[in-house]
Protein backbone atom coordinates (compact mmCIF):
# COMPACT_ATOMS: atom_id res chain seq x y z
CA UNK A 1 0.00 0.00 0.00
CA UNK A 2 1.08 3.56 -0.51
CA UNK A 3 2.22 5.32 2.75
CA UNK A 4 -0.34 8.27 2.06
CA UNK A 5 -3.17 5.90 2.16
CA UNK A 6 -2.37 5.85 5.53
CA UNK A 7 -2.99 9.39 5.70
CA UNK A 8 -5.75 10.44 7.81
CA UNK A 9 -6.54 6.80 9.32
CA UNK A 10 -2.78 6.63 11.36
CA UNK A 11 -4.41 7.78 14.80
CA UNK A 12 -7.27 5.43 14.96
CA UNK A 13 -4.67 2.40 13.88
CA UNK A 14 -2.47 3.59 16.81
CA UNK A 15 -5.32 3.63 19.13
CA UNK A 16 -6.32 0.21 18.02
CA UNK A 17 -2.75 -1.05 18.82
CA UNK A 18 -2.91 0.46 21.98
CA UNK A 19 -6.33 -1.32 22.83
CA UNK A 20 -4.28 -4.35 23.25
CA UNK A 21 -2.32 -2.76 26.21
CA UNK A 22 0.06 -0.20 27.12
CA UNK A 23 3.19 0.02 24.40
CA UNK A 24 6.24 2.25 23.44
CA UNK A 25 6.08 3.68 19.96
CA UNK A 26 8.11 1.20 18.20
CA UNK A 27 6.24 -1.50 19.94
CA UNK A 28 3.17 0.17 18.19
CA UNK A 29 4.49 0.51 14.56
CA UNK A 30 5.63 -3.12 14.80
CA UNK A 31 1.98 -4.14 15.82
CA UNK A 32 0.16 -2.24 13.49
CA UNK A 33 2.75 -3.87 10.60
CA UNK A 34 2.11 -7.26 11.96
CA UNK A 35 -1.65 -7.36 12.23
CA UNK A 36 -1.66 -5.99 8.63
CA UNK A 37 1.17 -8.57 7.60
CA UNK A 38 3.45 -6.36 6.47
CA UNK A 39 1.16 -4.62 4.57
CA UNK A 40 0.99 -0.72 6.60
CA UNK A 41 4.41 0.41 7.02
CA UNK A 42 3.80 3.38 8.76
CA UNK A 43 5.77 6.28 7.75
CA UNK A 44 7.67 5.77 10.92
CA UNK A 45 8.29 9.96 11.05
CA UNK A 46 4.96 10.85 11.65
CA UNK A 47 4.49 8.03 14.33
CA UNK A 48 5.13 10.03 17.40
CA UNK A 49 3.81 13.49 15.80
CA UNK A 50 0.50 10.99 15.91
CA UNK A 51 1.04 10.35 19.67
CA UNK A 52 1.51 13.26 20.92
CA UNK A 53 -1.57 14.99 19.01
CA UNK A 54 -3.84 12.11 20.76
CA UNK A 55 -2.30 12.60 23.61
CA UNK A 56 -2.37 16.26 23.79
CA UNK A 57 -6.72 15.62 22.67
CA UNK A 58 -6.57 13.02 25.88
CA UNK A 59 -7.16 9.75 23.66
CA UNK A 60 -3.25 8.35 25.00
CA UNK A 61 -1.36 9.29 28.38
CA UNK A 62 2.29 8.28 28.43
CA UNK A 63 4.72 7.72 31.65
CA UNK A 64 8.01 7.14 31.66
CA UNK A 65 9.98 3.95 33.33
CA UNK A 66 13.57 3.13 33.20
CA UNK A 67 14.91 -0.22 31.77
CA UNK A 68 18.29 -1.78 30.87
CA UNK A 69 19.70 1.79 31.75
CA UNK A 70 17.38 3.45 29.49
CA UNK A 71 14.23 5.76 30.21
CA UNK A 72 11.65 5.10 27.87
CA UNK A 73 8.15 6.72 27.06
CA UNK A 74 4.74 3.88 27.57
CA UNK A 75 1.39 5.04 26.26
CA UNK A 76 -1.98 3.70 27.06
CA UNK A 77 -5.27 4.34 25.95
CA UNK A 78 -7.18 6.81 27.92
CA UNK A 79 -11.18 6.35 28.71
CA UNK A 80 -11.79 9.07 26.10
CA UNK A 81 -9.63 6.89 23.56
CA UNK A 82 -11.34 4.26 24.12
CA UNK A 83 -14.76 6.03 23.07
CA UNK A 84 -12.89 8.55 20.58
CA UNK A 85 -11.99 4.38 18.72
CA UNK A 86 -15.21 2.95 19.13
CA UNK A 87 -16.46 6.10 17.22
CA UNK A 88 -13.58 6.13 14.43
CA UNK A 89 -14.64 1.87 13.85
CA UNK A 90 -18.26 2.67 13.53
CA UNK A 91 -17.49 5.35 11.25
CA UNK A 92 -14.92 3.03 9.29
CA UNK A 93 -17.47 0.34 8.71
CA UNK A 94 -19.75 2.95 7.08
CA UNK A 95 -17.53 4.30 5.05
CA UNK A 96 -16.22 0.93 3.73
CA UNK A 97 -19.27 -0.50 3.22
CA UNK A 98 -20.15 2.77 1.27
CA UNK A 99 -17.23 1.98 -1.05
CA UNK A 100 -17.43 -1.39 -1.35
CA UNK A 101 -21.41 -1.03 -2.90
CA UNK A 102 -19.80 1.87 -5.46
CA UNK A 103 -16.85 -0.62 -6.34
CA UNK A 104 -19.21 -3.46 -6.62
CA UNK A 105 -21.34 -2.04 -8.78
CA UNK A 106 -18.14 -0.98 -11.05
CA UNK A 107 -17.01 -4.04 -11.70
CA UNK B 1 24.97 2.03 26.19
CA UNK B 2 27.72 3.24 23.87
CA UNK B 3 26.16 4.83 20.36
CA UNK B 4 26.58 3.43 17.12
CA UNK B 5 28.06 6.71 14.78
CA UNK B 6 25.43 6.50 12.27
CA UNK B 7 22.70 7.03 15.27
CA UNK B 8 25.02 9.88 16.62
CA UNK B 9 25.26 11.08 13.29
CA UNK B 10 21.45 10.93 13.30
CA UNK B 11 20.64 12.41 16.41
CA UNK B 12 23.02 15.10 15.83
CA UNK B 13 20.69 16.21 12.84
CA UNK B 14 17.56 15.86 14.11
CA UNK B 15 18.23 18.29 16.91
CA UNK B 16 19.77 20.67 15.03
CA UNK B 17 16.63 20.99 13.34
CA UNK B 18 14.13 20.23 16.25
CA UNK B 19 13.26 23.93 17.38
CA UNK B 20 11.13 23.26 20.55
CA UNK B 21 10.69 24.37 23.91
CA UNK B 22 13.70 22.25 25.77
CA UNK B 23 11.52 19.80 27.73
CA UNK B 24 9.89 18.96 24.68
CA UNK B 25 12.76 18.32 23.02
CA UNK B 26 14.12 16.50 25.16
CA UNK B 27 11.51 13.74 25.43
CA UNK B 28 11.22 13.82 21.92
CA UNK B 29 14.82 12.96 21.27
CA UNK B 30 14.25 10.22 23.58
CA UNK B 31 12.16 9.23 21.73
CA UNK B 32 13.33 8.73 18.43
CA UNK B 33 16.57 7.29 19.93
CA UNK B 34 14.75 4.75 21.55
CA UNK B 35 13.13 3.78 18.44
CA UNK B 36 16.49 3.52 16.54
CA UNK B 37 17.66 1.09 19.19
CA UNK B 38 14.46 -1.04 19.01
CA UNK B 39 13.81 -1.01 15.54
CA UNK B 40 17.87 -2.34 14.94
CA UNK B 41 17.72 -4.38 17.81
CA UNK B 42 14.10 -6.30 16.07
CA UNK B 43 16.15 -6.11 12.64
CA UNK B 44 19.23 -8.11 14.06
CA UNK B 45 16.77 -10.57 15.40
CA UNK B 46 15.71 -11.07 11.60
CA UNK B 47 19.65 -11.78 11.24
CA UNK B 48 21.09 -8.96 10.00
CA UNK B 49 24.10 -7.01 10.92
CA UNK B 50 24.48 -4.34 13.47
CA UNK B 51 25.30 -2.09 10.88
CA UNK B 52 22.61 -3.58 7.66
CA UNK B 53 19.75 -3.19 11.25
CA UNK B 54 21.14 0.75 11.59
CA UNK B 55 20.55 1.68 8.19
CA UNK B 56 17.32 -0.26 7.45
CA UNK B 57 16.01 1.28 10.57
CA UNK B 58 17.18 4.96 9.90
CA UNK B 59 15.47 4.58 6.21
CA UNK B 60 12.35 3.49 8.04
CA UNK B 61 12.58 6.08 10.40
CA UNK B 62 13.05 8.81 7.09
CA UNK B 63 15.48 11.84 6.60
CA UNK B 64 16.07 13.81 9.72
CA UNK B 65 14.62 17.19 8.92
CA UNK B 66 11.55 15.91 7.79
CA UNK B 67 11.24 13.81 10.87
CA UNK B 68 11.99 17.30 13.16
CA UNK B 69 9.74 19.19 10.45
CA UNK B 70 6.90 16.82 11.66
CA UNK B 71 7.37 17.86 15.08
CA UNK B 72 7.73 21.21 15.02
CA UNK B 73 4.50 21.20 13.13
CA UNK B 74 3.06 19.62 15.92
CA UNK B 75 4.10 21.99 18.47
CA UNK B 76 2.53 24.56 16.42
CA UNK B 77 -0.62 23.15 17.25
CA UNK B 78 -0.46 21.41 20.17
CA UNK B 79 -2.87 22.63 23.26
CA UNK B 80 -0.77 25.35 25.41
CA UNK B 81 0.11 23.24 29.13
CA UNK B 82 3.13 24.79 29.40
CA UNK B 83 1.59 27.76 31.18
CA UNK B 84 -0.32 28.44 33.90
CA UNK B 85 -3.16 26.08 32.47
CA UNK B 86 -0.72 23.39 33.84
CA UNK B 87 -1.44 24.20 37.21
CA UNK B 88 -4.91 24.62 37.45
CA UNK B 89 -6.31 20.75 37.98
CA UNK B 90 -4.52 20.61 41.28
CA UNK B 91 -6.26 23.59 42.51
CA UNK B 92 -9.50 22.35 42.20
CA UNK B 93 -9.01 19.76 44.67
CA UNK B 94 -7.06 22.11 46.87
CA UNK B 95 -10.23 24.48 47.05
CA UNK B 96 -12.59 21.15 47.85
CA UNK B 97 -10.39 20.28 50.66
CA UNK B 98 -11.19 23.91 52.12
CA UNK B 99 -14.58 23.87 51.15
CA UNK B 100 -14.94 20.28 53.17
CA UNK B 101 -12.86 21.94 56.04
CA UNK B 102 -15.41 24.86 56.01
CA UNK B 103 -18.73 22.30 56.32
CA UNK B 104 -16.83 19.84 59.37
CA UNK B 105 -16.08 23.54 60.84
CA UNK B 106 -19.71 24.74 60.61
CA UNK B 107 -21.32 21.74 61.91
CA UNK B 108 -19.07 21.44 65.00
CA UNK B 109 -19.60 24.93 66.08
CA UNK B 110 -23.67 24.12 65.36
CA UNK B 111 -24.00 20.71 67.34
CA UNK B 112 -21.67 22.82 70.36
CA UNK B 113 -24.82 24.58 70.52
CA UNK B 114 -24.69 27.78 72.74
CA UNK B 115 -24.35 30.58 70.00
CA UNK B 116 -25.64 34.17 69.93
CA UNK B 117 -28.02 35.32 67.11
CA UNK B 118 -24.86 36.99 65.67
CA UNK B 119 -22.66 33.87 66.00
CA UNK B 120 -25.14 31.44 63.93
CA UNK B 121 -25.58 34.15 61.58
CA UNK B 122 -21.48 34.02 61.00
CA UNK B 123 -21.31 30.15 61.33
CA UNK B 124 -24.48 29.72 58.41
CA UNK B 125 -22.27 32.30 56.09
CA UNK B 126 -19.07 30.30 56.41
CA UNK B 127 -21.12 26.94 55.54
CA UNK B 128 -23.26 28.81 53.31
CA UNK B 129 -19.20 29.98 51.32
CA UNK B 130 -17.89 26.06 51.72
CA UNK B 131 -20.57 24.86 49.84
CA UNK B 132 -20.13 27.84 46.97
CA UNK B 133 -16.20 26.98 46.59
CA UNK B 134 -17.02 23.07 46.63
CA UNK B 135 -19.37 23.49 43.68
CA UNK B 136 -17.06 26.25 41.73
CA UNK B 137 -14.13 23.57 42.40
CA UNK B 138 -16.03 20.80 40.95
CA UNK B 139 -17.12 23.76 37.86
CA UNK B 140 -13.89 24.92 37.51
CA UNK B 141 -12.25 21.22 37.40
CA UNK B 142 -14.54 20.28 34.69
CA UNK B 143 -14.12 23.49 32.30
CA UNK B 144 -10.11 23.35 32.56
CA UNK B 145 -10.59 19.07 31.54
CA UNK B 146 -12.69 20.31 29.02
CA UNK B 147 -10.22 23.55 27.99
CA UNK B 148 -7.18 20.97 27.86
CA UNK B 149 -9.28 19.81 24.54
CA UNK B 150 -10.92 23.10 23.45
CA UNK B 151 -9.17 26.11 24.05
CA UNK B 152 -12.95 28.00 23.96
CA UNK B 153 -13.57 26.86 27.65
CA UNK B 154 -10.34 28.41 28.73
CA UNK B 155 -12.03 31.50 29.76
CA UNK B 156 -14.73 29.54 31.13
CA UNK B 157 -11.87 27.33 33.33
CA UNK B 158 -10.51 30.84 34.59
CA UNK B 159 -13.92 32.63 35.78
CA UNK B 160 -14.31 29.33 37.85
CA UNK B 161 -10.88 28.88 39.16
CA UNK B 162 -10.97 32.70 39.75
CA UNK B 163 -14.56 32.71 41.73
CA UNK B 164 -13.34 29.84 43.49
CA UNK B 165 -10.63 31.21 44.83
CA UNK B 166 -11.86 34.59 45.62
CA UNK B 167 -14.54 32.69 47.85
CA UNK B 168 -12.18 30.30 49.30
CA UNK B 169 -10.16 33.12 50.36
CA UNK B 170 -12.68 35.25 52.07
CA UNK B 171 -14.10 32.05 53.88
Known amino acids: MRPDQLRGHLGMLLLAALASGPAHGYALSAEIRRRSDGLLAIVEGSLYPALHRLEAAGLVASSTETADGRRRRRYKLTADGKAALDEEIRSWEIFKGCVDRVLEETA | ?51 QAITLVIDELGPPDEVAAGFIEQGARAPDRTGPMRWLPMLAPLFLLVSALGLLVSSLTWYSGGLTTGEQIVQRTYALRALITGTLSCAAYLSIRRAHRDKAWRWAAWFCTGCAVAVALAT
Not at chain 2, 19 to 43: F, T, W
Open chain 2, 1 to 51: MSRDEPIEAYMRSVRSSLHLPKKQRLRVLEEIENHLNDGAADHMRLGTTRN
